[in-house]
């Protein structure tokens, strides 16, 4: 349904596209050492001689899953991306929440970088110069390729609302093809 806006002029109201994070991998090996390190606890507590030693093992253990573990995990957990209609939202921190908003209707350029593991998964790193100092990456979205055509497309309805309409009544049309019959 469409919004008159300020100018008078009518908008489309925004819809989510895509809600992207990282791709998960990068939890394996935090995961590996939530492993580790519970096993060499589970073994090494009580095991030993002196009960300053068994304290001990248990203090780094919760010290090496605290710092190799749950700190990436937050990181993760606090970086998302959200792509909408009208523009893409970038979200990162835990405690101190830091929030950035592109517009698709001011233009931007869209590369996509793909090291060896990232081909393999089908991810890669999204970057969009708007022209500013340093460009916004997406880091590590999985379908990378998919989400530049996504906003490529985007852009592309932002920038030219007019082809975007006709676009869409003609999608929408019935197909009034010739119909050639034989007598």
């Known amino acids: 349904m469409a919004n008159p806006?300020?100018?008078?002029?009518?908008?489309e109201a925004e819809h989510l596209v895509a809600s992207l994070?990282?791709?998960?991998r990068a939890l394996f090996w935090p995961s590996v050492v939530l492993v580790g390190a519970i096993g060499a606890v589970s073994y090494l507590y009580g095991n030993?001689?002196?009960?300053?030693?068994?304290?001990?093992?248990l203090i780094g253990g919760v010290l090496v899953?605290?710092?190799?573990?749950?700190?990436?995990?937050?990181?993760?957990?606090g970086r998302r991306y959200t792509i909408t209609t009208r523009r893409i939202?970038?979200?990162?921190?835990?405690?101190?929440r830091v929030r950035q908003e592109l517009l698709h209707s001011r233009g931007y350029d869209i590369t996509v970088r793909k090291n060896a593991?990232?081909?393999m998964f089908g991810s890669g790193d999204v970057r969009i110069n708007t022209g500013l100092d340093h460009p916004v990456v997406l880091k590590?979205?999985?379908n990378a390729d998919l989400v530049q055509g996504a906003l490529h497309d985007l852009m592309e309805r932002s920038i030219n609302p007019i082809a975007a309409r006709r676009q869409a009544a003609e999608s929408s049309a019935p197909d009034e093809s010739i119909v050639w019959e034989d007598d």
Do not use: E, K
């Not at 806006?5 to 908008?11: L, P």
């Not at 899953?65 to 990181?75: A, G, R, T």
């Open 140 to 142: 590590d979205v999985p």
């Open 21 to 24: 994070r990282s791709h998960g």
């Open 48 to 57: 030993l001689a002196v009960s300053w030693q068994n304290l001990a093992v």
């Open 65 to 77: 899953v605290v710092l190799l573990w749950l700190l990436p995990l937050l990181n993760w957990l």
């Open 117 to 119: 593991l990232q081909s």
């Open 89 to 96: 939202v970038l979200r990162r921190g835990f405690f101190i």
């Open 5 to 11: 806006g300020a100018t008078g002029t009518v908008q």
